[in-house]
């Protein structure tokens, strides 16, 4: 066992090294920092004091993709397609956010977490068909409340987006603007109810220098990295960690109400 005064440091390691191989992974597939980092994280430290701390480093993140690509957002399928379901779905998540209690609100993370990666790796070699305008609000309305509850809904919107547009700089600057606009609604949310503070902000500071070098790591890793194979590894990763939280949160559950 790691001594009371090592423990601390310890934890920041690790938190920082998650939040590294997370950044790295949507700088390069385009999404998944939310999910990695709140799933391997919510192992270390409860939900509720990881959010507050990981959506401003997100945020920042977001916005310097957004400084370097803003010349290829596509602002009219953002604001047509995109956005009147997934801000619908968002108010819906950040109410369910305000009334579920931490331990069923991880819960409900992990088995989403568990369902999407057993999704995403059952159509591994699914052909790709359009969407239609009701699957696609339906899934955008999902990720704009999974957003809401979790930071984490991307994977829905990014499956959306890329039958939207074939055009990898247009699919990054618009993800991008979605991201900082859903992110803002989070970081007000999380104001409202107190949870932005100092604890919060030493957290968010172990996530920093992770973010700054995920920036340089994850381009190496997009020009290198087969796409394919590496989402794949992606989601095994985030299967077996959602499980492991899902049994975890369901003792800690059952424990309680013993």
């Given at each position: 066992?790691?001594?009371?005064?090592?423990?601390?440091?310890?934890?920041?390691?690790?938190?920082?090294?998650?939040?590294?191989?997370?950044?790295?992974?949507?700088?390069?597939?385009?999404?998944?920092?939310?999910?990695?980092?709140?799933?391997?994280?919510?192992?270390?430290?409860?939900?509720?004091?990881?959010?507050?701390?990981?959506?401003?480093?997100?945020?920042?993140?977001?916005?310097?993709?957004?400084?370097?690509?803003?010349?290829?957002?596509?602002?009219?399928?953002?604001?047509?397609?995109?956005?009147?379901?997934?801000?619908?779905?968002?108010?819906?998540?950040?109410l369910l956010f305000r009334l579920q209690s931490a331990v069923e609100l991880q819960?409900?993370?992990?088995?989403?977490?568990?369902?999407?990666?057993?999704?995403?790796?059952?159509?591994?070699?699914?052909?790709?068909?359009?969407?239609?305008?009701?699957?696609?609000?339906?899934?955008?309305?999902?990720?704009?409340?999974?957003?809401?509850?979790?930071?984490?809904?991307?994977?829905?919107?990014?499956?959306?987006?890329?039958?939207?547009?074939?055009?990898?700089?247009?699919?990054?600057?618009?993800?991008?603007?979605?991201?900082?606009?859903?992110?803002?609604?989070?970081?007000?949310?999380?104001?409202?109810?107190?949870?932005?503070?100092?604890?919060?902000?030493?957290?968010?500071?172990?996530?920093?220098?992770?973010?700054?070098?995920?920036?340089?790591?994850?381009?190496?890793?997009?020009?290198?990295?087969?796409?394919?194979?590496?989402?794949?590894?992606?989601?095994?990763?985030?299967?077996?960690?959602?499980?492991?939280?899902?049994?975890?949160?369901?003792?800690?559950?059952?424990?309680?109400?013993?």
């Amino acid at each position: 066992m790691v001594s009371s005064i090592a423990s601390p440091i310890v934890l920041s390691i690790a938190l920082a090294a998650i939040a590294l191989f997370a950044f790295a992974t949507e700088a390069a597939i385009g999404f998944g920092a939310t999910v990695l980092t709140v799933t391997l994280g919510a192992q270390l430290v409860p939900l509720d004091q990881l959010l507050p701390a990981f959506v401003p480093v997100n945020f920042f993140l977001s916005s310097v993709v957004l400084a370097r690509n803003v010349r290829h957002v596509a602002w009219p399928l953002l604001l047509r397609q995109l956005a009147p379901a997934t801000l619908v779905g968002l108010g819906l998540g950040l109410l369910l956010f305000r009334l579920q209690s931490a331990v069923e609100l991880q819960l409900a993370f992990a088995v989403f977490v568990v369902g999407l990666a057993l999704i995403e790796l059952r159509r591994r070699d699914t052909p790709i068909l359009p969407l239609g305008k009701i699957p696609r609000s339906g899934l955008l309305l999902v990720g704009g409340a999974v957003h809401g509850l979790f930071g984490a809904g991307g994977p829905m919107i990014v499956y959306v987006l890329g039958r939207l547009t074939d055009d990898k700089a247009i699919f990054r600057a618009t993800l991008a603007v979605t991201w900082l606009s859903l992110n803002t609604a989070l970081l007000l949310n999380y104001a409202s109810l107190h949870l932005l503070n100092q604890a919060s902000a030493r957290l968010s500071l172990v996530f920093l220098p992770s973010a700054l070098l995920a920036l340089v790591v994850g381009e190496w890793l997009h020009r290198r990295l087969d796409a394919r194979r590496f989402r794949v590894g992606i989601y095994v990763l985030l299967l077996v960690a959602g499980s492991a939280l899902a049994i975890r949160t369901t003792l800690t559950l059952l424990r309680t109400r013993s």
